[in-house]
């Protein structure tokens, strides 16, 4: 099963070339058109394969292939655990667990949520590929969306760091910072000698953090946090450089897997705009109970509700 766009050509867009209706009516990108073009099925007129030169005539009926047939990423199809919170056509909305990674990678090839989500889609006999938005570190926990075609993807991706696509975070860090709320602008780049590390640095890239404490239990504080901009371990960083790392950032604080097995970090909220409807859409998700267990009894609704 393959994901279709239609057009139905009235007499105002009668005579206008194929690759012109693509781009202005239907919003293809140049790179998704030069893809599909060449597919048997790619794009159609009246059920007939024309190219991108052809201009239809009033009463026919463009219509376009956006799934993919041929899977690009070398991804291996493998089964696995996806907690679905919401799923269309285009996308996917998952509420991914601690300790799965995203992306295959080293000691991770075929137990990743690439692998899990391929492997739904054969189950259900749908093509497509792996086209994240946008990426959770490995131990964060919660809400992350999946485009099921490149069209999708492409423009959800634009949307990040706009107006148009919110992201909230909860987390558990050492401490209490100081003021209670406020917005870390510190430039972030590689550490010197170091493959994964992130640090503050002059010459980094412009980052910037909102946060603000909504809870404080003994030695800890729950803060909620916005991204304004979406450097690498850009929370882990910010809030290490602030004096207060998450609790268990084995990387930029201390490991202890007595009190939670990785660092506090939890995609509470998730909402953007529809990448075909436009409409948007809202999602959010309960803190986690090895989260909630650092606070002391705290329920894990709580934290998300409060205002």
Not at 54 to 72: F, I, T
Not at 98 to 114: C, E, F, K, L, R
Not at 185 to 200: I, K, Y
Not at 269 to 289: D, N, V
Request: net charge neutral; with cysteine.
């Amino acid at each position: 099963m393959s994901r279709r766009l239609e057009l139905p050509v009235g007499p105002e867009l009668a005579g206008i070339r194929v690759d012109t209706l693509l781009k202005r009516h239907l919003g293809l990108s140049g790179t998704v058109v030069r893809r599909i073009k060449w597919l048997s099925d790619g794009i159609l007129v009246d059920g007939r394969r024309v190219n991108t030169r052809y201009a239809p005539r009033a009463g026919e009926v463009l219509s376009v292939c956006l799934s993919d047939p041929e899977r690009r990423s070398g991804i291996v199809p493998a089964p696995g655990p996806l907690d679905i919170v919401y799923e269309d056509p285009d996308l996917l909305v998952l509420n991914k667990a601690s300790g799965v990674a995203v992306h295959p990678g080293p000691g991770h090839y075929n137990d990743t949520i690439g692998n899990f989500v391929l492997h739904y889609y054969d189950s259900r006999s749908e093509e497509g590929d792996f086209h994240p938005v946008h990426r959770l570190d490995r131990g964060t926990s919660g809400l992350m969306v999946v485009a099921r075609h490149p069209h999708a993807q492409e423009i959800l991706k634009r949307q990040l760091h706009t107006a148009d696509f919110h992201r909230t975070y909860l987390a558990v860090c050492e401490g209490a910072p100081e003021p209670p709320a406020g917005t870390v602008d510190a430039p972030l780049g590689p550490r010197e000698g170091s493959l994964v590390e992130q640090c503050v640095r002059p010459d980094g890239k412009p980052a910037r953090t909102r946060y603000e404490t909504i809870r404080q239990a003994e030695a800890v504080s729950l803060l909620r946090l916005k991204l304004e901009t979406g450097r690498t371990h850009q929370i882990r960083v910010h809030l290490a450089w602030l004096g207060h790392p998450l609790v268990g950032d084995f990387l930029y604080g201390r490991e202890d897997p007595g009190l939670i097995r990785r660092p506090a970090l939890h995609s509470a909220e998730l909402s953007f705009r529809h990448p075909i409807t436009g409409k948007r859409l809202s999602f959010s998700q309960p803190l986690p109970e090895d989260m909630a267990a650092l606070l002391e009894g705290l329920p894990p609704s709580a934290a998300v509700s409060s205002r």
